[in-house]
């Protein structure tokens, strides 16, 4: 019943190939087909931002991006940013400011702030909170994630804005 | 004893001396990693994406169970066609109520100390009517989820449509009655009179009067509610993975409902996406789940979807309150009358009942102050909405609201500044014991030091200066207070007394291992709080230890010890003076063996950094990791008729007080449009006393987590009904939650008067922010609406309620 498209996709660094439902969502595959469990389903209709992963360098909805458009594209999800180093002076930010509670936004918070990060070097607090307004967080009331994203900013800058 | 005292120049970690629990007269201080902002341990594995939350599990065979439910409020069930469904690919079974029921036996939400309160029998499925909309009818099982979903859309069902019940005050009226066999719509009736009310108000100066609202919302846990029931047939026995905030007592509820023995159920909660309360009831769809496991004999999942959750996760919070509040002229307040109705859906939920959240509004009104006279009401009625039952902060936020506003119309109609006017009707903190008007007892509060700091943090004089420059500017800012009393750490009294199987006593188990390290093993569980990582902070300070050399391990009916879980803020005041005692055992038991080993006295030893140390020289004796290695490798180096004992349990539960109450009060600046109604929340703050204070880190983000889920009620969060009781935002994009931009920074501070009831001296610190931060921020709107004579009463504060309010619209 369910048509299925080969679909090629460059996973966090890795080429993989696979037979794809196209009715398949892009979190869906990755948790179900590649065991990729960090991207979360939140909402499953585009709101909540705890899917939020990256293609082609760009975040998005997990749950609202098809599989296999994804075909020839690069997909990079919380595990490969954490693997490859990307992620660890944010990811730290946030341990030390307790900036998650139950964790299960915190992949797409990550996702999110690292990409502020990146468009947004010089972001102050009002900025930062409006980047992250799509990433629900219900437990932390956000303040210590805008704090920990603000804390790595500052830091960069002190480094001369290099990246 | 004395050989304790003497050492003191030992390197303990720093210890400032002052009356701490953890320093019982004339022992020195030694207070480790308590009060100290530690990262939690078992946050790395979420930053990473590494946790294990149910839906992250792999099992073979796995099945997963779609739910048919109600599209109506109230309707006979006529005809229920599942020959299509049962036919789609990949379908495994089809059932409806009737099958399951011979599987799972039917419950009911009542509760004996809860006198009078009725509901009827609850089936997984409904039979015959479903009550709300959302209610589950069908259940579809798959080989995957897409499939059950796929399959459940050709179930086909011919209804009846019968009346429907959506107003609480058309439930009181009773015209249409939703359980025949109940005669009425009431579910509890409570009412509570000191006496003397009456002639309170006769010979007050000062009496005033206001009615409120609150909207209906739900907890939305961002990881949807999960349930992977797995019976193995071979041995009658059942593993429940399952995103629970009490694994034990949802052990006894599949024991008794599904006929297995205890000690054959296990129930696991590994990671779980928030509970707030949600997470802590017995849901049909969850139960049947289970039923279905036993029918099929392979496992079966269960994930609500997030528009599923919006109509089946508890709803709460939706009361109507009408509130009077007698003074003198001198501003003491004399009394207060509480008229509280609230709507709690077709059933009481089990087995914690639908009672509690206005049982608490009764118990908790007027709570912070010191007037004598108090009466109230309270009528809960079923309606046809979705179910509603204790969410975060439950009764709080409501009973704060009114109290805190109808005190504020107080102080202006007296001309006394609100401030002021706490100040002169707080109880005193010199005051307690105290026994509230209710019945309540406080051991220990700390209002007034609270009030104090709030107003120093927030420099409230300066505030008010602005405020008065601005307005003459057209800006229209508003300044709220709300002090507050929280429910914490509970003994029997709230449910065990009333035959529900909630364990109010937790336990903790701690283990030497042989390299030194500490496991620890406690009943109360994690949903983000941190009750880990306080547990090994109080686990490494009791024994001796460094944090790193602790692993704590919390969320399995089969390894932890029996207790409760986490609700009612419970975890550190229950859960953390179980760890205490628990690591104070095994120290003495570690330092037995290490006076064995080294052939001297017990006293003259201590365990300091993971090393036994001489108490009386300090100097290094033994590593930690020597004391396992002997103990477990080599006890045939030790005497003769020696045994060690590396692994100890202790438990706790309060008992000389019913609930272990904590203190705060909140403040909130705030700016009105009063073009636009639009409110722009510019502060907060919270001054918040959960005693002693084990992790500042930790109570701060709570604080601040709950202040928000505070502000969502106030400002955002209705769970909206037609009047054909369909609910018309279930879904997270016209269901507003709190997002970062519209959140203000939150500044907060603690007050720490431990309670004497346990050594660690903590009380809960969990719902203190969602408790009081409705009422500031009403009090703060309504202070910027005041030029304009103008109030708003019914939550959440909407522009449009903001218009009405100042006659725009």
Known sequence: ?163 | MSQDIVNSTTTTPVAPVVDRPLQAPGTRPQTGYIGKSEPRANAKRLLQGRGSYTDDLRFPRLAQVAYFRSPHAHAKIKKLDLSKARVAPGVIAVVDGYAVRDICSPWMGVLSHLKGIRSPLQFPLAIERARWQGEPVAAVVAETRAQAEDARDLVEAEWEELPVVVDMRDALAGQTVIHEELGDNICFHRELDTGEVDAAFAKADCVVEESYSFGRHTGVCLEPRIILADYNAGEHSLTVHHNTQSPHMMQQLFAKHFDIPEANIQVIAKDVGGGFGIKVHTYPDEMCTVALSIMLRRPVKFVADRMESMVSDIHAREHRVKIRLAADKAGNILAFDLDDLTAIGPYSVYPRTSGIEGNQVVNLTGGPYKHKQYRAKLDAVFTNKNVTCQYRAVGHPIAAAVTEGIVDAAAIKLGIDPAEFRRRNLIRDDAYPYTFPSGIRFEKLSHHKCLDKLLEIMDYPALRAEQAALRKKGIHRGIGLASIIEVTSPSAAFYGVGGAPISAQDGATLRLDVSGMVTVLCGVTEQGQGTDAIFGQIAATAVGVSLDKVRVLTGDTRVTPYGGGTWASRGAGIGGEAVLQSGKALKSNILDVAAAMLNVKKVTLDIIDNTIIDTTTGEKKLPLAEVGRVAYFRPDTLPMNFQSELTVTRHFVPREYAFTFANGVQGSLVEVDPDTGFIKMLKHWCVGDCGTVINPLLVDEQTRGGIVQGIGGAMFEECMYDERGQMLNANLADYLVPMSFEMPDIVTAHIETPTKTSELGAKGAGENGTAGAPAAIMNAINDALLPFNAKVRDMPFTPERVLKALGKV
Do not use: W
């Open chain 1, 1 to 163: 019943m369910d048509y299925e498209i080969e679909t090629t996709m460059t996973l966090n660094g890795t080429q993989v190939t696979r037979r794809i439902a196209a009715r398949t969502h892009l979190v869906d595959f990755l948790r179900e087909e590649m065991g990729l469990t960090g991207s979360h389903a939140g909402c499953e209709h585009g709101v909540c931002g705890a899917c939020t992963l990256r293609v082609n360098g760009d975040i998005v909805r997990g749950c609202l991006t098809l599989a296999v458009a994804c075909n020839g594209k690069t997909i990079d999800t919380i595990e490969g940013v954490s693997d490859s180093g990307e992620a660890a002076e944010m990811q730290h930010a946030f341990h030390e400011r307790n900036a998650l509670q139950c964790g299960f936004c915190t992949p797409g918070m990550i996702m999110c702030a690292i990409d502020l990060v990146k468009n947004k070097p010089a972001a102050k607090r009002e900025e930062i909170r409006e980047y992250i307004s799509g990433n629900y967080c219900r437990c932390t009331g956000y303040h210590a994630i805008v704090d920990a994203i603000e804390a790595v900013l500052i830091s960069k800058q002190r480094l001369g804005g290099k990246s």
